[in-house]
């Protein structure tokens, strides 16, 4: 078992920014590659970033590409996502989950466990 708890969510103004935090605990964090979801009102899940376990590769929806950023420290057990230069269609609640495939998955089945999510609300 591995349970995540994000924190970070907030309200912004567009344009601004907001770094968002998943702690793991449980079974050993550094096994997994991490993803970041994303879900607004009335859509579905949809993925916005992944980490491999290591931290030297990343994969992101082109959505995101160039705005935001994913990183992790293992030591601390904690997943980050930095967001920049967001936009009213980033309003999401936000989602961290692990998974144990190696390859580059964006499909939300493919993970494992997840955390409960946070809001962040970006007005225009």
């Known amino acids: 078992q591995v349970q995540l708890v994000e924190s970070g969510g907030g309200w912004v103004q567009a344009g601004g920014s907001l770094r968002l935090s998943c702690a793991a605990s449980?079974?050993?964090?550094?096994?997994?590659?991490m993803g970041w979801f994303r879900q607004a009102p009335g859509k579905e899940r949809e993925f916005v970033a992944r980490?491999?376990?290591?931290?030297?590769?990343?994969y992101y929806a082109d959505s995101v590409k160039g705005r935001f950023s994913i990183s992790r420290d293992n030591a601390k057990n904690t997943v980050y996502l930095q967001m920049n230069s967001l936009k009213p269609e980033d309003t999401a609640v936000y989602y961290c989950?692990?998974?144990?495939?190696?390859?580059?998955?964006?499909?939300?089945?493919?993970?494992?466990?997840w955390g409960q999510g946070t809001q962040v609300t970006v007005s225009s």
């Open positions: 989950a692990s998974t144990s495939k190696v390859v580059v998955t964006t499909r939300p089945i493919d993970y494992d466990y």
């Open positions: 449980g079974r050993t964090f550094y096994n997994f590659a």
């Open positions: 980490i491999t376990w290591s931290g030297g590769n990343t």
